[in-house]
């Protein structure tokens, strides 16, 4: 019975994973051109000087390049609204929601969040003893 | 002559991280003897043997706290020759965060997870030494799972490396910097690590062939001791995030906060189901899995945060540890399946289920719904990973995976709360069960009414909450007077000493009941503050105003402060509710010039009113041009979920309080037990 039931729990999930769609791309630069359409977190991080006001009409424009991975070419420019994490700035990895509009990355807005270093990662390799 | 004494305080330093270093080649020499020592001994039942892996078990605490304590020396004397201490540190770095700083990088955390665990370990055997035949295999198992931990900080990941020494350290992160960092991770450890007691000590009945109930009865209080760390330590790291991150909310169901949600969820099924073998002696292979799955979900969590395979908001340093731990949580998988499967045979009882309506019923249905509510956000967490290797490309889930499978599962465990304590054993009438639940199910139909009435039917999952949270709130009630009335029947005296007669005498059935409270309010609190919570956002120049749910908020001036480590900007902001005033609250941001970051200090007014908040965001500040753009949350009932934490601390202390009556009745139980050894 407890084997049954299980299952049965299981079986709903896995058919609302499966049949509701409930997951999201998620993305770096490099793989958006694979994927033009529908909503996308792209996941990069931050290149060159970050523009504009989130809190106005222009909205913020920065762009993102691959995190991980061996592209180092891939550049997406990204348009966003809403609250910015403290934490965002150039070369802090960020994931954003949204969709591809004319080349550009159309964030919904609210959705920029940025790794939360909770634990330190040295930046400067040291030599050690 | 600076020179030399330059050169004299260096060699002294070298000298320190020797110590540690030893102290932890020490500590690895105790273990991994206890580890072959202790399992030769069980083998051959070799008793002196089995006591000399016990002490070497006990002596690797002391040699694993002179490692600490190295550590914590270094970190005390900012020793930035030591590259932790460098790396996670730094001059302005307050005393008490710089204490931290063992807990705040990955090297020193794996070293407090050794810390811990050999000294539950020490405490596990010493508490348990008459029970010799347990403790006998229960020593190997904790030995094997402390090797792993001690190898890695030997060789893979040491705190002890040194280099020349910077003038000053990296500094901390600023989100760290918080009080909740001196609480929030060590009670998660103290919690994560707690698990391995129950894990070892049913491994060992394994092992030993004795699959009575025994391993249960000596594990229960560490079992529901780890659950408390860990509850409380999540609702701290929630607390932390919401007063801290600044974003408004507590819980993101983000891989690293699931990755202790999930043992705990599944320690939660497990304190349930034992009762039912405690009882009837039935769901013996359930309770192997389960603490199987709790120990294993328990290192699962700490690959996640270690080893950056799933993407996750906290951005814990990447590392090659990662692998060790997928093969250390393969050979524990394993190891569990393969020990539970071989004695499948010993483990089958005889007592079935006799009623789908019975005490023992509600308590399965209650340990399934645990367990797929644990399994499908292991699911969630897991579902990028899995994408990746079936489909090609990673696909995640979101709030609205995890919130869908709350509700299904979530709600029907709160029902399930106020039904299961009150059902009978074995098998229970419905005339029984209809007197039974009368009050509650009244109670329960009139709050759902009521709040339909006052137009909060806006939120089926919180009108539900609220609805199934009556029930279980009238009938903890319930139980409470009619035990209260039956101990001052019985014995005189006044009310409240019947009532802490009665607490006194059941302290693992009330202290149950509080715990139940807790978890009431904690969904109350949650349903409030997530179902009915109002956010508005605006740019203001100072003098301006904006409206939020009755509140009106005028923002006066910028303030700018020097505090010890950062620069402090704070907008004041005048809160006033029908023309009169309120508070004033100082949302802002910190800038940290070590660190070179800058942080998000809200600002929060607790209103007594409705026990919500009244929670401000200074998102963004011109200090040129001293425009604001302010972000205010209305979070009714949220202070409940803070509130539940410590009447969830009281409960479980309660259940665990010494008991002369058990422990009587575990002398004659260990006596029986030798008997028929």
Request: glycine share 8%.
């Amino acid at each position: 019975m407890i084997a049954l039931s299980v299952a049965a729990a299981l079986a709903v999930f896995i058919l609302y994973t499966s049949v509701a769609g409930a997951g999201t791309p998620q993305l770096q630069p490099s793989d958006l051109a694979a994927h033009p359409q529908g909503d996308i977190m792209l996941v990069g991080t931050v290149v060159g000087a970050p523009a504009g006001d989130a809190h106005a009409a222009g909205g913020l424009h920065f762009t993102l390049k691959d995190a991980k991975g061996r592209n180092t070419v891939a550049r997406v420019p990204v348009s966003y609204t809403g609250t910015v994490p403290d934490l965002f700035r150039t070369g802090r990895e960020v994931v954003v929601e949204g969709s591809l509009r004319n080349g550009t990355f159309v964030a919904k807005p609210g959705t920029l969040s940025t790794k939360c270093p909770s634990k330190y990662a040295p930046a400067p390799a040291k030599k050690s003893t | 002559m600076p020179v030399e004494v330059r050169t004299g305080a260096r060699e002294e330093i070298h000298v320190m991280a020797a110590l540690g270093r030893a102290a932890l080649l020490l500590s690895f020499g105790l273990i991994v003897y206890a580890l072959v020592a202790g399992s030769l001994a069980a083998w051959k039942r070799r008793r002196r043997l089995a006591l000399s892996a016990q002490n070497a078990l006990l002596a690797a605490f002391g040699t694993t706290a002179v490692a600490a304590l190295v550590l914590w020396i270094a970190l005390e004397r900012h020793d930035f020759s030591f590259v932790y201490v460098a790396d996670h540190t730094s001059r302005t770095l307050p005393l008490g965060y710089r204490l931290a700083g063992l807990w705040s990088g990955q090297e020193g955390s794996l070293l407090l997870w050794l810390l811990i665990l050999t000294g539950y370990a020490a405490l596990a055997v010493w508490l348990n030494r008459r029970t010799r035949d347990l403790v006998v295999w229960a020593v190997p198992v904790l030995a094997g799972v402390a090797t792993f931990f001690v190898f890695m900080l030997c060789f893979i990941s040491s705190p002890f490396k040194t280099a020349p020494a910077p003038a000053d350290g990296a500094g901390m992160v600023p989100s760290l910097q918080n009080p909740y960092m001196l609480a929030h991770p060590p009670l998660l450890y103290l919690g994560y690590v707690g698990l391995t007691i129950p894990f070892a000590f049913a491994m060992g009945a394994l092992l030993s062939k004795r699959t009575d109930e025994r391993w249960i009865v000596v594990t229960r209080r560490w079992t529901l001791a780890a659950w408390t760390f860990l509850g409380v330590g999540q609702l701290l790291g929630s607390h932390w995030a919401y007063v801290e991150i600044g974003w408004g909310g507590y819980y993101a169901w983000d891989p690293v906060e699931n990755a202790a949600l999930m043992p705990w969820l599944a320690a939660t099924a497990f304190l349930h189901s034992v009762m039912i073998q405690e009882k009837r002696g039935m769901l013996k292979i359930w309770n192997m899995v389960l603490v199987a799955l709790a120990f294993c979900l328990s290192i699962f969590g700490t690959f996640l945060t270690r080893s950056g395979v799933i993407n996750s908001i906290h951005s814990f340093s990447q590392s090659p540890l990662g692998s060790w731990f997928l093969g250390f949580i393969v050979i524990c998988i394993v190891f569990s399946v393969g020990l539970i499967y071989l004695r499948l045979p010993l483990l089958r009882t005889k007592t079935k289920l006799e009623s789908l309506v019975s005490r023992e019923a509600t308590f399965l249905y209650n340990n399934l719904l645990l367990v797929a509510l644990c399994l499908t956000i292991l699911w969630g967490v897991m579902y990028p990973l899995l994408t990746e290797a079936v489909r090609g490309e990673t696909r995640s889930v979101s709030k609205p995976y995890y919130n869908f499978f709350l509700h299904s599962f979530g709600l029907p465990l709160l029902l399930l709360m106020g039904i299961g304590p009150l059902v009978a054993w074995r098998r229970a009438s419905l005339r029984a069960l209809g007197k039974t639940f009368l009050i509650p199910a009244i109670v329960s139909i009139v709050t759902g009414s009521t709040l339909i009435a006052l137009g909060y039917g806006s939120s089926i999952p919180g009108l539900l909450a609220y609805t199934f949270g009556a029930f279980v709130a009238a009938s903890i009630a319930l139980e409470f007077v009619r035990g209260t009335r039956a101990r001052h029947a019985l014995s005189g005296g006044s009310w409240p000493r019947a009532l802490v007669e009665l607490v006194g005498r059941n302290r693992r059935r009330y202290g149950g009941y509080i715990v139940h409270a807790a978890i009431l309010m904690l969904a109350i609190g949650i349903a409030g503050s997530s179902a009915y919570q109002t956010v508005r956002e605006r740019g203001l120049h100072p003098g301006q105003s904006m409206e939020v749910a009755g509140y009106t908020l005028t923002y006066q001036t910028l303030q700018t402060r020097q505090e010890a480590n950062a620069v402090a900007t704070r907008a004041v902001v005048d809160v006033t509710r029908g023309g009169s005033h309120v508070t004033t609250l100082h949302p802002g941001k910190n800038e940290y010039p070590v660190e070179q970051q800058v942080s998000n200090e809200v600002s929060i007014y607790h209103d007594p009113r409705n026990l919500g908040d009244l929670f401000t965001i200074a998102d963004q500040i011109d200090p040129k041009s001293h425009t604001l753009f302010l972000k205010v949350l209305v979070k009714p009932l949220v202070n409940l979920v803070w509130g539940a934490g410590f009447l969830f601390v009281f409960g479980a202390l309660v259940a665990m309080w010494p008991d002369a009556v058990e422990q009587r009745k575990l002398a004659e139980r260990y006596a029986a037990g030798a008997v028929a050894a």
